[in-house]
């Protein structure tokens, strides 16, 4: 053989290439030349190859003889020779690639590919030293081509795994791959090859997308698409699916989030389509991409958003992609809520959960303003998305708090996102108007109008757009008479501004509205009045803003459109005359609705008083005659059906409309506008001219009369109905309906006599004051004659009631206080003239009640101080209703300036009212009790004076007008009462808002309280204290604390025995004292309370020596009081626990990018949860040592069953789950545990032991079988509470070697026969239980801690070894606590039968 090889001619390169030439062409089987198989030859053959890596042409010299020989070493492949001369032909070709002696081109492909095919014969070694190689040439790796002997990687690691230890070389290979500086191309190429290196451990994967996702800042754009696509096709492999998910998510999400370009979106939108195509081919990474933002808002960002909406055009995952969706935001939003009310987060917290909102908005109005740049497939997902969130709404939740942090809210996101889709696809603009539709007529009252506010936000802004879509909008409208009433009439407001543009909108509208008059139901008359108002006020305000005139925008008129007949002169209200005539027959609320209607129509149009007038003339004539005795037909707006009478015409409000519209006349054009109103379908006379320009003036003279013969008659002419009435109580129906009625026409005359001493000269000031005292103590004597009283709303809402109407199907649920609330007869600006008036005469009468007190004649004086009570009291009540109507009306009805105006300015009359009354006891407690009943009426004044405070401060705090009004109350105070304020250390500071608050507390309220304790005035004192806690609220930390401070002085300076005050006072203390101080001061009242309540083994005191007002009298009211706090504190941990539940999942399984941070701030909040915890129990502690009486003790029974309930889900949440490290309990964890097992737990035991005994003593009494039927259910329940939260310890105190446990008392045997004596032996095997339990708890070994296992399982009873079980199962849930509970009923019931 040998012989023969020497024999063999030597080859050159070239017959090399022409040998394999002809191979190639051959298709028998041939042998090789002997020289190629000779082991000699394999030196001359790589130096062939090292020859032509110096040629001109390297590329394709090297490529054709490596290839060719390649391709003749692969007919023989197995023959050891030609294994020996691959791998060498391998190791020089590596060598020279790496050397840069041959051109990375398509040739090197080829050849590099060729090479792979053979790969298997070549030894294990020499594979190893050629990734030595490789990897050796890794920092000259610069673009793909630099890369191409990557290619052997997948190969060489499935030969290498597939030999003895070879794996483990494999690994190391792959750490120096994931040590090495990553260049663009060695990136790009390990992402395109990873898929087919195998898998790795799961660390070594973590590492390799970590670094992935590091360095894909270095990618130029147009890359990212096809790295994405690489990623997506690896996770749906199974690498690491949720880390890939979560990096791309976090990538485009922010780190590129910073770079807003064309560019960037496109990209991103790309890549949004390859997400969605790789989730249809593989549904687990759906449920990856929403379990990311499920389990961590804070993985909540722009690009989240957009990869949901695109998944959630994925049937499969559409509902839940949404649902995640709407969860996020309402949570961000609800957690924002709870932290600015929860007063014992840290204010790092509480910005943090502001920072969350913010960062949701935003990242949801940038996925939606970036929707159409290359991803319009998501655009009827956002459509989907901005309709959810508009049901989501909860009327007035979250409104102040999102307009104080300059939050849109979910409502006004909701708007933006459909505004935005609308303005910018023109293909959503259908769908959207569509879906409005639709959910007006299918959703709730109080849901529809969100949708109907968006509806007159895209009205409003792109009118135009809207006129392509009116038949969508008249095809609404035809369901006007089947709507709701709030939901129609805002439905018509909505469309007003488009209506200017559509005169076709308009006349169908106008079609609709006229049907509707006919309908027998009131809401929809109700509507229809409010509808016909705003249309003649849309015509008015176009006119007077000088907007486009009414024109044809459609083409066609809608085929079911029947065109109205209109004048060419004149406008609507001329137009819809009929149907405003047709409301004066109808009910009255809808006669009310129009008359405040046409008020509305002279505040936007004051010429059109005239028109109004000769109106309303006609209909007013049928009540009012001239030339009558009786001029005032009270009796005819009265009406008898069915055995019921009702008002059927509200006279008052008509004159009240009267009255208004004279006012406003007098400000504005007195003259009609033009010939527009020379024919109003109906005349006054014969001449029609004459009696429209004497409207205004009939109308004058009638209101004058009137007011004279108010003032003039006797009430019995017109009230005494009764004498040809059959049936008394009918009699009586009408006499009321009247009385309210005239009540009604005596406040429009008192509105107007305060008009016009507003105006009045000195002169005559004093004769209209006296005749507004006239009018308040007729108004007064004919509330007392009658029985009824303008300020009731159920009786007037009873009494207007039609006896034949129809109420509407669904409850009014939108705001149900607009429809019984009336709007004031008295306006704000006629209130302060009265309280001024009312100032005047107080002082005129304390001087002259001095005087005639030193003349010794008092009977002049009685009368007159009766006559001065009426009057303080119906102005105090007219100042309660106008405050308490105010936040009633909406901020857009023009009412609501007109009627209410500046409520501030109630302020200061009122306060100096305050001071008046309040000096007014001094005066007259000397007098030997002759003037009790003036007392009396005093201490019911001041009452009233001071919650009308009250409600206007929380008024005024909720408008954010707080600081005008305490500083306008403080001026008063520093002008007329001579209060000094300069020397105090409040008054030196910078910020006004704390400033006014401080000073209004300490120099106002503090002694007003003082005082009136002097003068036993109790119910004030409760509401100041209500004043302070409101108010203190809102001060920073600093002065806030000082307040509680000086609370808990009170209660250890005052022995008060009123249990009202003395439960204010507590909680003033309790509320004002920053956390954790309150708990510490409700721990302090709770010891004393202890002391004085006693318990079963020591004896109670009379009083508390530290808090003097705690005694036998108030210790009820004060445990109460503290319970209901802890209770509080008690629920504040629900929502805290479920975000340290966040955290630690977050922190388990490594989501977000900010581990370290994240970490700190779950450790932070949870140490703050542990330590609120701890103060809570320490407070309880006292409450289980006292003998409590039963209502006290079933609510902290209560109380503590949720507080165990808590503990056991903290408990939980320490026990680390499988594959995750195992953390030791914190020494604040410890510590609450300890407190917990030796102040709560041990006696609770005892207290219910006690409770027990005490019923078995009273049983007897009545009422005891449902004591025990409430027992059986709550005591059950805490006992599972407490074996629950055991049962976490036992779990914890084994994975954790620490024992919790210690403390506890397990002796006990827990299954409600607790009452039973243990004997001594049970006794001595108990107490070795004990020792067993604590000597396994310090034992290491295995077989000890099975022991220490069965030590506590053994304490436990046959319901807790149950409970353990169903526990650890998988669905530990309600059914199995609720069978539980019944078991435990059942045997204790057995038991007491035996």
């Known amino acids: 053989m040998t012989t023969a090889a020497a024999a063999s001619p030597p080859l050159t390169d070239a017959d090399i290439i022409r040998l394999a030439a002809q191979k190639n062409h051959q298709t028998d089987v041939v042998s090789l030349p002997e020289y190629l198989l000779s082991p000699q030859s394999h030196e001359t053959l790589i130096s062939f190859l090292h020859s032509r890596a110096s040629s001109q042409s390297p590329s394709q010299a090297i490529s054709e003889y490596t290839c060719s020989l390649l391709s003749l070493i692969s007919l023989s492949h197995h023959t050891p020779s030609l294994s020996s001369l691959l791998s060498s032909l391998l190791s020089a070709y590596t060598h020279l690639f790496t050397s840069l002696k041959i051109p990375r081109d398509s040739n090197s492909v080829k050849t590099i590919r060729f090479f792979n095919t053979l790969l298997s014969d070549v030894p294990v070694n020499e594979i190893k030293i050629i990734l030595d190689l490789i990897l050796s040439d890794m920092k000259q790796v610069v673009n793909l081509d630099d890369a191409q002997m990557l290619d052997f990687f997948p190969k060489c690691f499935d030969l290498l795994r597939e030999s003895e230890k070879g794996g483990d070389y494999v690994n190391l290979v792959f750490d120096r791959l994931l040590d090495c500086d990553w260049s663009k191309g060695l990136f790009l190429k390990l992402v395109s090859i990873v898929r087919e290196l ?26 990212l698409p096809t790295l994405v696509y690489q990623l997506l096709v690896l996770a749906s492999r199974g690498f690491n699916k949720r880390e890939v998910i979560e990096g791309i998510v976090v990538f485009f999400g922010s780190k590129m989030g910073s770079k807003v370009t064309s560019i960037v979106r496109q990209v991103e939108g790309t890549v949004l389509l390859h997400v969605n195509f790789a989730v249809k081919q593989d549904p687990s990474l759906g449920q990856e991409v929403m379990g990311l933002v499920k389990l961590d808002l ?22 839940s992609a949404m649902g995640i969706l709407k969860t996020a935001l309402l949570t961000a939003y609800r957690d924002y809520k709870f932290s600015k009310d929860c007063m014992w987060l840290p204010n790092d917290s509480k910005d943090e959960f502001l920072q969350s909102v913010k960062v949701v908005e935003k990242a949801v109005l940038r996925a939606v303003n970036e929707s159409n740049y290359g991803r319009e497939h998501v655009v009827p997902s956002i459509v989907q998305f901005g309709f959810i969130l508009l049901e989501s709404v909860e009327e007035g939740s979250l409104k102040e708090h999102c307009q104080s942090n300059g939050l849109l809210g979910i409502e006004k996101l909701g708007i933006q996102i459909l505004k935005t889709l609308f303005e ?35 009205v409003q802004n792109y009118p135009y757009a809207m006129l392509e879509h009116v038949s969508r909008l008249k095809e609404l409208l035809d369901y006007f008479t089947f709507m709701h009433g709030k939901v129609a009439t805002y439905l018509v407001t909505a469309l007003l501004p488009l209506i200017n543009f559509s005169r076709d909108l308009q006349d169908y509208t106008i079609l609709v509205v006229r049907k509707a008059m006919f309908r027998r139901e009131d809401a929809v008359r109700h509507a229809a009045t409010n509808a016909i108002i705003d249309l003649i006020m849309a015509e008015k305000q176009s006119k007077t803003d000088g907007s486009l005139s ?21 406008g609507l209200f001329q137009e819809l005359s009929a149907l405003l005539q047709r409301c004066l027959y109808q009910q009255a609320k809808v006669k009310e609705v129009m008359y405040q209607g046409l008020v509305k129509l002279v505040l936007v149009d004051p010429s059109a008083g005239g028109p109004i007038f ?30 019921r009478a009702f008002i059927d015409e509200p006279l008052d409000c008509l004159l009240y409309c009267v009255s208004l519209i004279l006012v406003l006349q007098s400000h504005g054009k007195s003259h009609p506008s033009d010939s527009a109103w020379t024919s109003f379908g109906f005349s006054l006379s014969q001449d029609n001219e004459e009696g429209k320009n004497s409207s205004a003036e009939s109308f004058s003279t009638a209101l004058l009369k009137i007011q004279k013969f108010l003032r003039n008659a006797k009430f019995e002419d017109i009230l005494g109905l009764a004498q040809e009435e059959v049936s008394t109580s009918l009699a009586e129906e009408k006499r009321k309906c009247c009385s309210l009625i005239l009540l009604g026409i005596i406040e429009v005359v008192l509105s107007t006599i305060a008009n016009e001493l507003e105006k009045a000269a000195d002169a005559a000031k004093g004769a209209l004051e006296k005749e507004l005292i006239e009018y308040i103590v007729l108004h007064d004597t004919l509330e007392k004659d009658s029985g009824v009283s303008r300020q009731s709303n159920a009786r007037r809402v009873n009494v207007r009631a039609s006896a034949h109407g129809t109420p509407a199907t669904i409850p009014d649920s939108c705001n149900s206080n607009i429809t019984q609330e009336r709007i004031p007869f008295l306006a704000t600006s006629s209130i302060f003239k009265l309280l001024q008036t009312v100032l005047q005469l107080y002082h005129t009468e304390c001087s002259n009640s001095t005087a005639t007190s030193q003349k010794h004649s008092q009977s002049s004086s009685a009368e007159t101080l009766k006559r001065y009570s009426k009057i303080i009291s119906f102005v105090l009540e007219t100042t309660f209703h106008q405050i308490k109507s105010s936040p009633v009306v909406g901020k857009e009805d023009p009412l609501k300036t007109l009627i209410y105006g500046d409520m501030k300015v109630l302020g200061p009359p009122l306060l100096k009212l305050i001071f008046l009354l309040k000096s007014r006891p001094k005066s007259t407690t000397d007098q030997k009790r002759k003037e009790s009943k003036v007392r009396k009426d005093v201490e019911e004044h001041l009452c009233l004076a001071l919650i009308c405070l009250r409600d206007l401060i929380t008024i005024s705090l909720q408008n954010s007008q707080l600081t005008g009004l305490l500083e306008d109350l403080l001026s008063v105070s520093k002008l007329e009462y001579a209060l000094d304020y300069e020397s105090d250390e409040s008054s030196r500071l910078d910020d006004l808002n704390v400033r006014s608050k401080e000073l209004f507390i300490e120099k106002l309220l503090k002694p007003l309280i003082s005082e009136l304790l002097l003068l036993s005035f109790f119910r004030e004192v409760e509401i100041l204290c209500d004043i302070i806690v409101m108010i203190g609220n809102e001060l920073p930390c600093k002065w806030k604390n000082s307040h509680g401070t000086w609370a808990e002085g009170f209660c250890k300076s005052n022995s008060i025995t009123n249990a009202n005050v003395v439960k204010s006072v507590v909680k003033l203390a309790i509320c004002l004292s920053s956390p954790p101080n309150d708990l510490f001061v409700a721990q302090s009242l709770a010891q004393e309370l202890l002391k004085v309540t006693g318990s079963g083994s020591s004896d109670s005191l009379e009083v508390s020596e530290l808090y003097p007002l705690i005694n036998h009298s108030t210790s009820t009211t004060i445990l109460s009081c503290i319970l209901q706090l802890t209770e509080e504190v008690v629920s504040d941990m629900d929502w805290a626990i479920k975000k340290v539940k966040t955290f630690s999942l977050v922190t388990q399984k490594s989501i977000h990018v900010n581990h370290d941070e994240d970490h700190v701030s779950g450790l932070g909040f949870e140490e703050n949860l542990y330590s609120r915890t701890e103060a809570l129990v320490k407070v309880l502690s006292s409450f289980v040592l006292m003998s409590l009486k039963d209502p006290q003790a079933e609510h902290f029974l209560r109380l503590a069953t949720r507080l165990y309930k808590h503990l056991a889900q903290m408990s939980k949440l320490r026990i680390a789950p499988k594959g995750c490290k195992q953390l030791l309990p914190s020494l604040e964890f410890q510590r609450l545990v300890e407190l917990t097992c030796k102040q709560l737990t041990v006696p609770l035991y005892n207290f219910v032991a006690e409770m027990q005994r005490g019923q078995l003593e009273n049983a007897s009494s ?45 002796s006990t045997s827990r299954d409600f026969k607790i009452l039973d004596t243990v004997g001594e032996g049970d006794a001595s095997n108990n107490e ?32 807790a070894d149950d409970s353990l079980g169903a526990a650890d199962s998988e669905s530990d849930g309600q059914n199995e606590h609720e069978n539980e509970n019944a078991a435990f009923i059942a045997k204790r019931l057995k038991r007491s039968n035996q």
């Open 614 to 643: 000769d109106f309303l003339l006609p209909h007013f004539l049928r009540f009012f005659r001239e030339d009558s005795d009786v001029q005032l037909g009270v009796n005819l707006c009265i009406k008898v059906e069915n055995g």
């Open 298 to 319: 804070r993985a909540f960002n722009h690009f989240a958003v957009a990869v949901l909406l695109s998944v959630a055009r994925i049937r499969k995952f559409s509902e």
């Open 1328 to 1359: 070795a239980i004990d020792n067993e339990a604590a000597e396994a708890g310090d034992n290491s070994s295995e077989d000890s801690k099975d022991d220490d296992e069965n030590a506590y399982e053994r304490v436990l009873s046959p319901m």
């Open 198 to 223: 195998g898998f790795f451990d799961k660390r070594r994967c973590s590492e390799f997308l970590m670094k992935v996702f590091e360095g894909m800042k270095i990618v130029d754009l147009q890359d």
């Open 424 to 458: 910018v696809h023109d293909m959503a603009r259908s769908e959207i108007v569509e879906q409005c539709k639709f959910r007006v007529l299918s959703l709730k009252p109080e849901q529809s109008m969100s949708v109907i506010r968006l509806i007159g936000n895209l």
């Open 550 to 570: 009414l024109q044809d925008s459609s083409s066609q008129a809608s085929c079911s459109q029947q065109e109205i007949p209109r004048s060419t002169h004149g």
């Open 1262 to 1306: 009545k009422g005891i079988l449902n004591k025990i039927k409430r027992e059986n259910k709550c005591i059950p329940d805490l006992i599972f509470q407490i074996e629950d939260y055991e049962k976490y310890l036992i779990q914890l105190s084994k994975v954790s070697k620490i024992n919790l446990l210690r403390h506890a008392k397990r």
